[in-house]
């Protein structure tokens, strides 16, 4: 369905008499979706005002700044009435620093963040270049949303290199802020291996905790504070030893530790426990952990001598 001319000469006025506009999904303070979130971050970054338009919004605006650009997604940057591009142009133009010279912003030095790599985590990443190809590097992004991630390809223009046990890695500029003081490991475990990542620059959540993970931490002592919500009656059932009931003394003993400690909670399965996690998250507990499937995901892959009940 092809657009109206008013639409189309609504759309040339706008991109005409405001300097930037993007036409994204969602607001500035609201982006609705990744491609324009990340396009909307490297603006803020640069300019303290722009102009924004929601297609969501609008059908007809949505279709006809595709039309009016013969451009087929949407977010679409115009800098100056001249359509600059989506979301992947926008970050390559970022960082090579051509977008800062559309824009006539100063281009500032990004400091490369102080990444660590375990020993472990190098042998991996050494192996896995061994199997790649000889132009492949090890790139890091971490999101606003502090997803992490770690890919093999070729060299993209203006990543930051950072080098540490031998190995070294390529961070885009937009991930550079974020992920400074993280380190790398690689661990094993029954749930299989794969690379972990500690970041300290990451907003404190509950962290999912598998049963059997679970087992291996209160094993291995790592875990002594391990807490029920359930009622009293389902306690009696069925319960994790060592764990003990969320009750006021043990509310009040809670409020005396320090809020570094590691505190796990686990109910039926999972849902009352994740509430109770997230109380104690907001209380400042920085190290929370909620058991993924509750007592009854226990009972099935660790211990089938506790009883399961419906």
């Not at 979130?37 to 297609?55: D, G, H, R």
């Not at 885009?172 to 475990?189: E, Q, W």
């Not at 404190?204 to 002594?224: H, Q, T, Y």
Request: charged letters at 25%.
């Amino acid at each position: 369905m092809s657009s109206n001319n008013e639409t189309l000469r609504q759309i040339e006025d706008l991109v005409k008499s405001e300097r930037v506009v993007l036409f994204m999904k969602g607001s500035r303070s609201f982006p609705q979706c990744g491609f324009s979130a990340a396009v909307v971050q490297i603006l803020n970054s640069l300019l303290p005002e722009y102009k924004t338009v929601n297609v969501l919004s609008d059908p007809g605006i949505r279709q006809g700044v595709k039309d009016f650009s013969s451009w087929p997604t949407v977010p679409q940057l115009y800098i100056g009435g001249e359509f600059v591009g989506g979301s992947d142009i926008v970050r390559e133009l970022y960082a090579t620093g051509e977008l800062q010279k559309k824009l006539q912003v100063e281009a500032t030095a990004i400091e490369p963040p102080a990444v660590t790599v375990t020993a472990t985590a190098s042998q991996a990443l050494r192996d896995a270049l061994a199997e790649a190809g000889p132009d492949e590097h090890v790139h890091l992004a971490v999101s606003q949303g502090f997803e992490h991630e770690l890919s093999l390809g070729p060299r993209r223009p203006g990543e930051i290199e950072v080098t540490s046990t031998g190995v070294t890695l390529l961070v885009d500029p937009l991930s550079a802020k974020r992920a400074n003081g993280l380190t790398v490991d690689f661990v094993s475990g029954p749930d299989g291996s794969g690379f972990r990542m500690d970041n300290p620059n990451a907003p404190a959540s509950v962290r999912p905790l598998g049963a059997r993970d679970l087992k291996a931490r209160l094993d291995a002592g790592e875990m002594a504070e391990l807490y029920d919500v359930r009622t009293p009656d389902e306690r009696a059932r069925a319960h994790i030893q060592g764990s003990r009931m969320l009750d006021e003394e043990a509310v009040a003993h809670l409020d005396g530790l320090d809020r570094s400690t590691p505190i796990a909670f686990y109910c039926h399965h999972g849902q009352r426990s994740r509430a109770a996690a997230e109380r104690f998250l907001a209380l400042g507990f920085r190290d929370v952990y909620n058991l993924e499937g509750g007592i009854d995901a226990w009972s099935r892959e660790v211990d089938p001598k506790v009883p399961r009940y419906s």
